[in-house]
């Protein structure tokens, strides 16, 4: 089946930082990756998303590319912001259900 | 403003008790999704439906029923049979569509057992 795997955090980081989140997946076919984020006692909000290889998803300085040849779709930001504080979810749709097979989630702490 | 509306936002169950949340949407997508989230966990799939009068049942349905008898509407209730149901719901809604898979979440409903 489907499955996702994200590194685990927390990931504390200083502002201004280059920001890394590995995502790797598991799948049949090449079904749309998403990049997710979920601030505190609130739902999920979509980042970015891409939907076939090579694709590079972008957002708020936020980047991602799909890459069929080793599976991963990394989360990068060149210059993280105390605001990015929150927990991110990488997710890949089921073609079949299409409904989405999440990753455990990475939650990252930026200090002033 | 078009979106996904959960309610209540926090839920208190006793035991042996049924409990409903509420999940609507105004985005006239086709189908919708029920997510629970337990702490420092990913989100797994309760039930989904792609068309009014049709769900199915995800990864983690027992002990939950669903219902969708109109477009905008997908309550989920959480039975007596649910052991340990104490987790964030999250209901969420996409199109049908090849390359627009793109789901939206509601704000969720927190559920709690007395």
């Known amino acids: 089946g489907n499955s996702v795997t994200q590194m685990e955090g927390p990931v504390t980081l200083s502002e201004e930082a280059f920001l890394t989140i590995n995502c790797t997946y598991t799948?049949?076919?090449?079904?749309?990756l998403f990049w997710y984020v979920q601030y505190p006692g609130e739902g999920l909000q979509l980042l970015l998303k891409?939907?076939?290889?090579?694709d590079k998803g972008s957002n708020k300085g936020f980047e991602a590319t799909y890459r069929k040849e080793t599976t991963s779709f990394h989360l990068e930001k060149g210059s993280v912001q105390v605001s990015d504080s929150a927990v991110y979810f990488c997710?890949?749709?089921?073609?079949?259900?299409?409904?989405?097979?999440f990753g455990s989630g990475t939650r990252l702490q930026v200090q002033p | 403003d078009g979106g996904i509306t959960q309610s209540p936002k926090y839920l208190f169950r006793k035991e042996g008790q049924n409990v409903t949340l509420s999940c609507e949407q105004n985005l006239n997508h086709d189908a919708m999704y029920w997510y629970r989230q337990d702490p420092g966990q990913g989100l797994r799939l309760i039930y989904y439906s792609q068309i009014v009068n049709d769900f199915q049942k995800g990864d983690i349905a027992e002990g939950y029923s669903v219902s969708r008898e109109k477009k905008e509407s997908f309550p989920l209730t959480v039975t007596s049979a649910q052991k340990n149901p104490t987790a964030f719901y999250l209901c969420a809604s996409s199109i049908v569509r090849t390359e627009q898979e793109t789901q939206y979440f509601g704000p969720g409903t927190r559920l709690l057992v007395l």
């Open positions: 799948a049949t076919g090449y079904p749309s």
């Open positions: 997710a890949l749709v089921d073609t079949g259900r299409r409904a989405l097979t």
């Open positions: 891409a939907t076939k290889a090579d």
